[in-house]
């Protein structure tokens, strides 16, 4: 869905750099609210028919066409990562639906505290927003991309309810849950945007085949590709695909004029705009940023602070996976959407580090990835092989622990001097090292999964310590705050030194909580296109 050169040209009120979670969301917003708006995107729509999930040979295309790592999977589209100096690499896809289109669906909220570390623990900094202010646009979204979920959670606020009833916990799921409930510990059924029963357009029940996590082909996992835009699309936004952003472009004052960018034919093309909204996620827009420096802006775009891509947060994954002695057909049913505790959630001092950590239940898959080592330990080769397969097969469930990690500026993106993308545009760079709080949150979770596992009746117990390929969550590296010197945007995700550049991925989070920041990234980029709609029709041509 292309435009043509000519209406390449026209100034458009609006243009959003990236169609994923957040550029779709504000993208649809916007134009639903009259404001001519434009998305570049430098992938392209998927067709579910060649998703991995799709295919015969799943678990083969997961670990290298579908692979969720951009340096493994080598698209034309992605752009490579040094993170040789990380040891988490960056989880990320680029096409319309962005990261939505691999993701587990697996959807938390923030609690209130999360927005008031600083207050309450001493550390980081408080959010200048509070989770009350935030939560009308947790529920738009929730509507918008279909909650399967139940109220009554304990270790969150009352809310409304969700669309659908929560996805079936399943034999496995129960066998798993009773290690918590033996040990008198919370858990929850899963709050996901994964269909529980049909909703939304011609979007039928998750079918319970057990590959949801990279690309749904049964449309029954909620993507952005299949939610929001076309809502967009129906209300005139315009989406060009194939589309690589080289620099947003400023006028001699500093303010935004548009982007930049190399089309789908390779072509170098300028597309005007009377603003601009940055969704190129935790990576990706800091990358631009940088490389959008200016006589106006001499160390990068909204860069006067120098806090572009400094403060850089994953959630430093554990996994700890059982093989039990039952079969429990644990390839069947969405991976990693079948309850969470958040036992440990809040700060306790007593366990030595502020802050805390949720367990995500998981399944596992089929013989290929349990083989290849499913969560942790390959199934050695040689004698015995088949027979150790044949007892992790089927048999395997697993805790993955998402601890909090907190900002610190020595954690950056920055431009690498020497790689460059395809087009000739330098490469985000990674520096980050975790910190002795995260190491400590994760030591303490796996003691505590163990004793879960163990409750649970698991034999065989294996640890990741700390997956290297969990950095699905990219945040912090344009922090939002009331103050211009320690922020990058305000609170509604417009930068302090451009009043017509908005920010709305996962760079602008202040903490990053210990949940899965999406519902949280989305609701933040309606709320920004809501303060555009009610406060900024100066931006309408």
């Known amino acids: 869905m292309t435009t043509s050169n000519e209406a390449s040209q026209q100034t458009v009120d609006i243009l959003v750099i990236g169609a994923g979670a957040s550029g779709g969301a504000a993208t649809a917003w916007l134009a639903e609210a009259g404001f001519n708006v434009k998305c570049l995107e430098q992938g392209y729509w998927q067709d579910p028919a060649k998703y991995a999930s799709a295919s015969d040979d799943y678990e083969f295309e997961m670990l290298t066409n579908w692979a969720p790592d951009p340096n493994v999977r080598q698209r034309d589209e992605d752009y490579p990562v040094n993170d040789s100096n990380s040891p988490v690499t960056p989880v990320m896809f680029n096409g319309v639906g962005g990261s939505t289109i691999l993701w587990t669906a697996h959807t938390p909220r923030f609690h209130p505290s999360d927005f008031r570390v600083k207050t309450l623990d001493g550390v980081a900094d408080d959010w200048p927003i509070s989770y009350e202010e935030l939560e009308e646009f947790y529920d738009l979204n929730d509507e918008v991309m279909g909650c399967s979920g139940i109220n009554g959670d304990p270790a969150n606020p009352p809310r409304s309810p969700r669309q659908m009833p929560p996805l079936p916990i399943g034999k496995d799921g129960k066998k798993l849950i009773s290690g918590f409930e033996k040990l008198g510990w919370h858990w929850w059924p899963s709050d996901s945007y994964i269909n529980s029963q049909r909703y939304g357009e011609g979007r039928d029940a998750c079918n319970f085949c057990g590959h949801n996590h990279m690309g749904c082909f049964q449309r029954a996992k909620s993507s952005t590709d299949i939610t929001y835009w076309p809502r967009a699309l129906r209300s005139g936004a315009t989406i060009e695909t194939g589309a690589r952003v080289r620099r947003i472009t400023t006028d001699n004052s500093g303010r935004a004029t548009g982007a930049d960018y190399i089309d789908s034919k390779g072509n170098e093309k300028h597309q005007s705009a009377r603003a601009v909204i940055m969704a190129a996620n935790g990576i990706g827009t800091p990358r631009l940023l940088l490389n959008s420096a200016s006589d106006s802006h001499p160390a990068g775009l909204s860069n006067s602070t120098g806090l572009v891509g400094k403060n850089l947060m994953f959630h ?78 089927g048999s395997v469930m697993a805790m993955a622990v998402i601890g909090e990690d907190l900002p610190e500026e020595h954690n950056t993106v920055d431009l690498d001097p ?49 997956m290297r390929q969990s950095g699905w969550h990219l945040m912090g590296t344009a922090r939002m705050g009331n103050d211009p010197d320690k922020s990058v945007v305000d609170k509604w995700g417009q930068s302090h030194d451009v009043d017509n550049l908005f920010i709305v991925d996962g760079s602008v989070f202040v903490t990053g909580a210990a949940v899965n920041p999406t519902p949280t990234i989305q609701a933040l980029a309606l709320r920004t296109a809501d303060y555009i709609v009610e406060h900024r029709q100066d931006l309408k041509g």
């Open 316 to 393: 430093p994954f554990a996994m700890i996976s059982g093989t039990f002695p039952e079969k429990m057909d644990t390839w069947q049913g969405p991976l990693g959407n079948i309850g969470l505790s958040q036992e440990f959630y809040e700060t306790d001092k007593s366990r030595g580090f502020v802050r805390g950590y949720t367990y995500q239940f998981q399944r596992s898959l089929g013989p290929a990835w349990i083989a290849n080592g499913g969560f942790r330990d390959p199934v050695p080769w040689g004698e015995g092989h088949h027979v150790e397969l044949e007892k992790r097969l």
């Open 418 to 466: 020497e790689l460059t993308d395809s087009d000739g545009i330098p490469a985000p760079r990674l520096n980050y090292t975790l910190s002795k709080n995260s190491r400590d949150q994760l030591d303490h979770a796996i003691g505590n999964a163990k004793k879960a596992l163990e409750a649970a009746g698991a034999e065989d117990i294996f640890v990741d310590p700390m």
